[in-house]
């Protein structure tokens, strides 16, 4: 009984690092991107003539983007 009490307490005191020496990686796919949207909005000044202006919003679009991560044993 305390052999096996002595080698948990030195497996544990070992740590995560000493435990797992190898690692691999992973395809991980996100999907989120934002995107420039740009129109142009008529306004009209005091006199009542017209003139566009640009306006220049954000969109989120769904784009599949892969990545590698790192995982540990």
Not at 2 to 17: D, F, N
Not at 37 to 47: E, S
Not at 52 to 64: D, F, K, L, S, Y
């Amino acid at each position: 009984m305390l052999s096996v009490a002595v080698a948990t307490a030195l497996a544990l005191a070992a740590g995560p690092s000493q435990a797992c020496d190898y690692y691999y990686y992973r395809t991980v796919t996100t999907y989120v991107a934002v995107q420039p949207v740009g129109y142009y909005v008529t306004h009209y000044d005091d006199c009542g003539d017209a003139y566009q202006v640009r306006v220049v919003t954000h969109r989120t679009v769904r784009v599949p983007v892969a990545r590698q991560e790192k995982v540990y044993c």
